[in-house]
């Protein structure tokens, strides 16, 4: 879509980008003509799928197989009390909607597995991880390096979070991580809690790199790590630096993530 085919009520929702010179127009249409796959409707997704839905994200695919609880109502803040018990993609589509017709929402209420995988993010540009486990992250980062398709990394505990972006050009989530804690060495929120509006602060982060993204203005976080500590309201960048020796992105990756077993540690099994 050209910049001049945006149509007068395209031109006034979104006028607040167009008149910026790095936006503009073009930018907006690069926007309306992407497509975006986010995975994890909950705490991260929720903020992220408020702000690339109000951006103008043309294709927004969600994926989740969960029905939202009412403890999730403290921070998934695209659902409401009225949606207990529904499936979130159902809820996070209709939240979608209302918020902005643009927005083609195609939702995927099935778990991200190697199987199917490279169905859900096969056709989409962008990849936000939203995820809450280490199984989906390890995954999401091996499928979508291999096939070159770029995406966001967030994590939240407790107060603390992190957000990464891994576009090819640099480093993998596994230059990071080579493998998974052992179970149980990091609990998850149900176990520890988690800060309610902690997930609204690096979704939005991992929004807005998403939005960068396709508007080609800015750096991107590819090669470095922010740390948020909502405690104390402090940011910390962390180098991440390739690694030669990677498994996915160094010099002898693997051909396939059916060559990884997504269970326990996630590593990738020696030659």
Excluded: W
């Amino acid at each position: 879509m050209a910049g001049p085919d945006l149509d007068p009520e395209q031109l006034d929702r979104y006028s607040r980008h167009i008149i910026m010179d790095e936006v503009g127009p073009e930018g907006q249409a690069g926007l309306l003509d992407a497509a975006v796959l986010v995975v994890g409707a909950g705490g991260l997704g929720s903020p992220v799928l408020q702000y690339l839905a109000a951006a103008g994200v043309g294709t927004i695919g969600i994926v989740d197989h969960d029905t939202v609880e009412r403890s999730n109502l403290q921070r998934q803040v695209v659902h409401g009390d009225s949606d207990v018990g529904r499936p979130k993609v159902a809820s996070a589509a209709e939240f979608v909607r209302e918020l902005n017709p643009d927005v083609t929402v195609e939702p995927h209420e099935v778990a991200v597995s190697p199987g199917t995988v490279a169905d859900l993010v096969d056709g989409y540009d962008f990849v936000v991880d939203a995820s809450d486990n280490f199984p989906t992250r390890f995954l999401i980062n091996d499928y979508c390096t291999l096939a070159g398709v770029p995406f966001s990394h967030g994590a939240i505990y407790r107060f603390e979070g992190q957000v990464t972006t891994f576009t090819g050009e640099g480093p993998c989530y596994r230059c990071l991580f080579p493998e998974a804690p052992p179970e149980g060495a990091v609990p998850d929120c149900a176990t520890t809690g988690v800060l309610g509006v902690l997930p609204g602060t690096v979704g939005a982060i991992q929004a807005t790199e998403t939005v960068k993204q396709f508007v080609g203005v800015g750096e991107s976080l590819d090669g470095r790590m922010v740390v948020y500590d909502a405690a104390d309201m402090s940011f910390e960048e962390v180098t991440v630096r390739s690694n030669p020796a990677c498994p996915v992105c160094g010099d002898d990756p693997i051909d396939s993530v059916d060559d990884v077993e997504y269970a326990e540690s996630c590593a990738v099994p020696a030659d």
